[in-house]
């Protein structure tokens, strides 16, 4: 359980409480919770899983030491026929869905893996060699972390884009945003629109309708 809030007397007030009704220990300053480490600073705190990203390199067992600059090659359209089935698809899709819960700290690999995890029921030779690219550039930029500033001001800025008509199977567009309060990241995504757009133009909308309902 995490407790929050302006009043430390208030905050103290509520463990009291809670000590009186159940069996607790107080760990102090929020410091490690569910893989997600938190720091702080007299400039404001900041929140990574290096932890957790060293434990994901460890079970995926790369045969070698390569770190690559992006997490995916530019241009990539995959298609379900890409490359020659898994023989057992386990491995793949538990990396996949290590990689979604980094996602919550890593904006910078939302896009790759919102890609790989579509094809998590029949995975690919191909695929999975898009998968260790993935891992290879979170080897490479482990320390990355996001930082929120204590003097971040409480003005929101959204910038939202689509890659039109990016899928090869169903030619439907992909839509990306990103939230900012004041200089903090609050919120991202990366998701496919339910409908095909005829233009760029109409994907770009659809975009920017999406960060609207985000926002609002």
């Given at each position: 359980?995490?407790i929050?809030g302006d009043?430390?007397?208030?905050?103290?007030?509520?463990?009291?409480r809670?000590?009186d009704?159940?069996?607790?220990?107080d760990?102090?300053?929020?410091?490690?919770?569910?893989g997600?480490?938190?720091?702080s600073?007299?400039d404001?705190?900041s929140?990574?899983?290096?932890?957790y990203?060293?434990?994901?390199l460890a079970?995926?067992?790369?045969?070698d030491?390569r770190?690559?600059?992006?997490?995916?090659?530019?241009?990539v359209?995959l298609?379900p026929?890409?490359g020659?089935?898994?023989?057992?698809p386990?491995?793949?899709?538990?990396?996949v869905g290590?990689?979604?819960y980094?996602?919550?700290?890593r904006p910078?690999?939302?896009?790759p893996?919102h890609?790989?995890?579509q094809f998590?029921?029949?995975?690919?030779?191909?695929?999975?060699?898009?998968?260790?690219?993935?891992l290879r550039y979170?080897r490479g930029?482990?320390t990355?972390?996001?930082?929120?500033?204590?003097s971040?001001s409480?003005q929101?800025?959204c910038?939202?884009?689509?890659?039109?008509?990016?899928?090869?199977?169903?030619?439907r567009?992909?839509s990306?945003y990103?939230v900012?309060?004041g200089g903090s990241l609050?919120?991202?995504?990366?998701?496919?629109?339910?409908a095909?757009?005829r233009s760029?133009v109409?994907a770009?909308?659809?975009?920017?309708a999406?960060?609207?309902?985000?926002?609002?």
């Open positions: 359980m995490i929050t009043d430390p007397e208030y905050i103290a007030f509520v463990k009291a809670l000590r009704q159940f069996l607790m220990t760990l102090g300053p929020l410091r490690y919770f569910l997600i480490e938190v720091s600073t007299f404001g705190f929140i990574s899983q290096e932890k990203i060293q434990d994901l079970r995926a067992a790369l045969a030491e770190t690559v600059e992006t997490p995916m090659e530019l241009h359209k298609r026929t890409d020659d089935p898994l023989p057992d386990t491995r793949y899709r538990h990396l290590s990689l979604v980094v996602v919550v700290t910078d690999i939302s896009y893996v890609i790989l995890s998590v029921s029949a995975p690919t030779t191909v695929y999975y060699g898009h998968l260790l690219r993935v979170l930029t482990i990355r972390r996001l930082f929120f500033p204590r971040s409480l929101l800025q910038y939202s884009d689509a890659t039109w008509a990016n899928d090869p199977t169903d030619h567009s992909l990306v990103c900012f309060l609050v919120a991202w995504k990366t998701k496919k629109q339910v095909v757009s760029s109409e770009e909308l659809r975009a920017m999406s960060v609207t309902v985000e926002v609002t």
